[in-house]
């Protein structure tokens, strides 16, 4: 069974800067691609970036020039760089890896960035 474990996540001040990192286990298979998406209280979950796994990225435009996303893929970890944070950013990240091979995306247990102001 897929998992993914996040790590990274917690207390900033506005301005600040946070590197989020979520690794996955349990296949064997090749993972397509990563990715992120957040969710604010009283929000949907949104999408932050996701990236495949020949590098090609989607990046929300709320965080664009500000988070940058990578990928590992020898250790099928994404990470997620997050640089001039507002409180806007304040939401749980949650971490996905599509595979193809069995249609489906996993998703972590999601980890929580809160931005003071």
């Known amino acids: 069974q897929v998992q993914l474990v996040e790590s990274g996540g917690g207390l900033v001040q506005a301005g600040g800067s946070l590197r989020l990192s979520c690794a996955a286990s349990g296949s064997r298979v090749s993972i397509n691609a990563m990715g992120w998406h957040r969710q604010a209280p009283g929000k949907q979950r949104a999408l932050v970036a996701h990236?495949?796994?020949?590098?090609?990225?989607n990046i929300a435009d709320s965080v664009k020039g500000r988070f940058t996303i990578s990928i590992d893929i020898a250790k099928n970890t994404v990470y997620l760089q997050m640089n001039s944070l507002n409180p806007e950013d304040t939401a749980v990240y949650y971490c996905?890896?599509?595979?193809?091979?069995?249609?489906?995306?996993?998703w972590g247990q999601g980890t929580q960035v809160t931005v003071s102001s």
């Open positions: 990236i495949t796994s020949n590098g090609s990225t």
């Open positions: 996905n890896a599509f595979i193809s091979h069995f249609g489906s995306t996993y």
